[in-house]
C-alpha cells in the first residue's frame, strides 16, 4: 500500500488554483457593453 494521504492545506489549494502565464494576460482589456 501507499503512504497515507495528508488532510489539504491553504498551499495545496492555492497551488490547485494557480496558473501560468497566458497570451491572455498580455491582451489590452476591453469592457463588453451590449447596450452600446
Known sequence: MGQPRR???L????RSYAHG???T???PWVE???DS
Open 7 to 9: 488532510p489539504a492545506t
Open 11 to 14: 498551499a495545496d489549494e492555492a
Open 32 to 34: 463588453y457593453l451590449p
Open 21 to 23: 502565464p497566458s497570451f
Open 25 to 27: 494576460d498580455l491582451l
